[in-house]
């Protein structure tokens, strides 16, 4: 019988592998990189523009929603989730400094934003030669950070272990990285 750990860790390189499963071509993943993000901090600028009244302070909803993924992201994988804690950290901070330019400027800055993400997604689909991950299963939206966090990881010889079972899990051999 599994232990808790190795239930977790089976469980997170089954999401990966499903995720994975749309994006075997490297250059969709990298249309990701830059597409995900976009499309994170697009979504963030918006939220930024409001406060969230919390015990006589008040929170920015931005911050409440990277808090809520992060510790998503957490309990699905801790050193994932603590490099997504930066990351989107970082990005709720962007959209933050965006919100200075007035909420017109940084509503156009969210939109335009917006439209370039998905726009380098669907290309990256598209040399793929398949469809989005999302239109199979809309929890796919919450596990691309995840996915691409993973990718990066195994780039950089990280998550070996993990990388495996993912590997394993979509039936192909571990590809090799220069």
Do not use: K
């Not at 994170?40 to 809520?68: E, F, K, M, T, W």
Request: glycine content about 8%; aromatic content about 6%.
């Amino acid at each position: 019988m599994p232990t808790h750990e190795q239930g977790r860790a089976q469980r997170v390189s089954s999401v990966l592998a499903s995720y994975g499963r749309y994006h075997r071509d490297p250059r969709n993943r990298l249309t990701h990189y830059f597409g995900v993000p976009a499309i994170i901090y697009a979504v963030l600028i918006p939220a930024a523009l409001y406060s969230v009244p919390i015990d006589g302070a008040s929170l920015g909803l931005d911050r409440i929603i990277v808090i809520v993924a992060v510790v998503g992201y957490l309990i699905a994988d801790v050193r994932l989730g603590l490099a997504l804690a930066v990351v989107l950290g970082a990005l709720a901070a962007a959209a933050e400094a965006t919100t200075t330019l007035g909420s017109a400027a940084a509503l156009s800055v969210a939109a335009a934003t917006f439209v370039l993400g998905w726009a380098l997604q669907l290309l990256g689909h598209h040399l793929e030669g398949n469809r989005p991950a999302f239109l199979t299963n809309l929890a796919q939206l919450v596990i691309a950070p995840l996915y691409l966090c993973a990718e990066l990881a195994f780039a950089l010889g990280l998550r070996s272990r993990l990388r495996a079972h993912v590997e394993q899990q979509l039936g192909a051999a571990p590809s090799v990285h220069h």
